[in-house]
């Protein structure tokens, strides 16, 4: 066994390896500060969410967890993430519905649900590495990272996540919020957002990555 590809290496596991640089990507929520860059999280994040309950999440159904199914877990968090992801863009854009709701203490919950989800997040993701061959592996890092590049930048808490239409909303809610950034002058993911390889190598940035085609595909 060589060194690159040890059990816990990024090689050996490139979907966990990829999420690792996504939300390392993301920074601390709770030390927004700018408008801007509290957008860049938002899109970030939501992005993030979709890719892994559009590619992920269907290969973990049925396997049960210390508290219950993983997917449904994950489903469950990550929608209470979603809506907290909601309230601070509310917050942001000086929506009325957010007026009187002070922005810390919507940045302490965005936090405390980030974690409650990471922590399933990461259970799900080791499983689910650890049931697949390295071929397997690297396919579903792929369909990660083409997902990425393609999701929803704004949350969307009501949105389906199961089933076929999973891929229709995916598509709908990306197209659409790509709009309205441009039309918002809203920064999106933003420059050095990492598309991860499948090898856990060296990865552009995600306006670089959008204007590349994978040309690895799936074999």
């Known amino acids: 066994m060589t060194v690159d590809r040890l059990p816990d290496s990024p090689a050996a596991r490139p979907l966990a390896a990829g999420i690792g640089a996504t939300q390392g990507a993301v920074g601390e929520v709770q030390d927004v500060d700018e408008p801007e860059v509290g957008y860049r999280a938002i899109a970030r994040l939501s992005g993030h969410l979709a890719a892994m309950w559009c590619t992920v999440y269907p290969h973990a159904d049925g396997h049960v967890g210390t508290d219950g199914q993983l997917r449904t877990v994950c489903l469950s968090r990550a929608r209470e993430v979603e809506w907290a992801l909601r309230l601070f863009q509310c917050q942001l854009s000086g929506c009325v519905s957010a007026v009187g709701r002070p922005r810390a203490a919507g940045l302490i919950m965005l936090t405390q649900r980030l974690d409650s989800y990471r922590s399933a997040e990461q259970v799900l993701v080791t499983w689910l590495e650890d049931q697949l ?87």
Not at 143 to 159: E, F, N
Not at 177 to 185: A, E, H, K, Q, Y
């Open 133 to 219: 061959p390295a071929e397997g592996r690297a396919r579903l890092a792929r369909k990660y990272r083409r997902a990425l590049i393609h999701a929803p930048t704004r949350p969307h808490p009501r949105c389906q996540r199961t089933g076929p239409l999973r891929h229709v909303a995916f598509w709908l809610h990306g197209r659409w919020d790509r709009l309205l950034d441009t039309m918002d002058s809203r920064p999106g993911v933003g420059d050095g957002f990492p598309m991860p390889l499948a090898n856990g190598g060296p990865a552009p940035a995600a306006d670089q990555g959008q204007a590349v085609r994978d040309t690895t595909g799936d074999r």
